[in-house]
Structure formats: structure tokens, C-alpha cells
């Protein structure tokens, strides 16, 4: 009888680590004094010279493309875990859902980084596997 208990207890436990939570990504943030709007889904928060983090929304952001005034759910030094609840504010009280942050090497790598995932994009578009009737 003690076996069982004991394998049951060991089969339950087994259950409990597979059910577990992947570990959720991080990402440090360190003195965000600045920021580029590249387009109305995109944004570059700049960290000093070196340092500089692409923000993708999850949709289109009424206001972002103007970039006059652009305020964060979160303090210019922080560390962030996905899924991110963080969003950003624009001048027209839009408050824009953030899908990704990631690391680029500059502005430049980031405008590179978004066209090439939009060619990706249009040729996954493209390619159709249905057959034509």
C-alpha cells in the first residue's frame, strides 16, 4: 500500500513540473531618456549612446507617428518579464498595448530589422498552398 502512495505522490508531482510555467524573458531597461517613433506600430527607446531597445505594439498606435509627446506605463530605469501588461500613451490619450521589446544596435538596425520582417511577411503572404480552381 506504501508503494502506492508513494508512486501516485511521485506520478502527481511529475504532473506539476510539466505543468509549470516556461520562464518568462526579461529585459533590463537602464535610463530611457530618449525615443525615436519610426512608424504608427514601432519605437526605439534610447538608453545613452549604446543602448537602445525596438518597441513593437501589438496593433497600430493612433498618434505614435507623430511622436510629439509619447509616455511609458513604466520608469526609465526598470526590468521588464513577458508577457508584457505595459503599454505606451500617446498625445491623443491612446494608450498602445506593447507586444516585444528586444535589443537593437541603433535606430538604423531597427528600421533593417522591421523591413526585413515586413518582406518575410509579404512573401509568407505570397506563397499560397491552395490550389486554384
Known sequence: MKRTHITVAAALTGLL???APAAAERIR???ITGYSVIDEEHLVLNGGPNRHHLV???S???GLRHGVEVGLSFPSTTTLYTPFLEYVS???DS???IDTIE????VDAARALIE???AEEAAAGSDTSAPIR
Open 116 to 118: 526585413q520582417r515586413a
Open 103 to 106: 535589443a537593437v544596435e541603433s
Open 95 to 97: 494608450r498602445c498595448a
Open 56 to 58: 513593437t505594439m501589438r
Open 17 to 19: 513540473v510539466l505543468s
Open 90 to 92: 500617446t498625445r491623443e
Open 29 to 31: 531597461l537602464v535610463n
Open 60 to 62: 497600430r498606435c493612433a
